[in-house]
């Protein structure tokens, strides 16, 4: 079992650019989450997925954003005209099931630099 | 509004020394506290999660203890060695899932020989 797997590990971006960020849920687990952790700050909840679904996304910039999981391959996280401020450590989690909080496991993250 | 407090925000110590991690949280409703060791460049992995009647919980040499009351908690780490250096981040979950936790900054740690 390879875990959560999150690619790239590190990524550079011009201003303006677009940033994909992938997760691959571990084996089960159609449950996904991603998290951003800015400098000397913890973990914050953007988005929580299940296949083909956004189930909450209350935790998502209003713009430049976006999560699917679709239906076959991972999760997908796309920042459309990165800016400095984007520039942190990008976390996936991935559950079998919600409730399954006992369970749930962290991939290795993507950090992301603006520059 | 929800938040954890972690203390202190970083810690050294030599290798084989004992150390105490402290948590205060302000999270409602509570489900549990959760522990979690984060190495550098890595996600974090769990090392002890404690419920509301819980009040110790160990996992080999690091021990959890909860104050549900005063809403405290801290990571007790015995015999320290070089690979416990890592930040450890207190997290609290407002329920069964993941995305009703809310994460402490985190305290690193670094043990040297």
């Known amino acids: 079992n390879a875990g959560v797997m999150q690619n790239p590990r590190h990524l550079v971006r011009r201003r303006g650019q677009e940033a994909r960020l992938r997760c691959s849920p571990m084996?089960?687990?159609?449950?996904v989450y991603w998290y951003r952790q800015l400098p000397e700050e913890g973990l914050k909840f953007m988005v929580y997925l299940q296949k083909e679904n956004i189930i909450d996304e209350s935790g998502m910039p209003k713009e430049r954003f976006s999560a699917e999981f679709p239906k076959e391959g991972p999760s997908i996280l796309r920042i459309q005209q990165v800016v400095r401020g984007d520039s942190a450590a990008y976390f996936c989690?991935?559950?079998?099931?919600?409730?399954?909080?006992?369970?749930?496991?962290f991939g290795s993250g993507t950090r992301l630099t603006v520059v | 509004k929800n938040q954890v407090e972690q203390s202190p925000q970083s810690l050294i110590i030599l290798e084989g020394k004992n150390c105490t991690l402290q948590c205060n949280y302000t999270v409602s409703p509570f489900s549990n506290l959760r522990w979690y060791k984060q190495d550098t460049g890595r996600g974090p992995v769990s090392l002890t999660i404690m419920t509301f009647s819980e009040n110790t919980k160990s996992n080999g040499r690091y021990t959890a203890t909860l104050d549900a009351d005063t809403k405290q908690s801290s990571l007790h780490i015995t015999a320290s060695q070089l690979s416990d250096s890592a930040s450890y981040i207190c997290v609290v979950s407002g329920g069964g899932s993941a995305r009703q936790l809310t994460f402490g900054s985190g305290t690193q740690l670094t043990v040297l020989p």
């Open positions: 084996k089960g687990h159609s449950h």
């Open positions: 989690a991935s559950s079998p099931s919600e409730t399954g909080g006992y369970g749930y496991t």
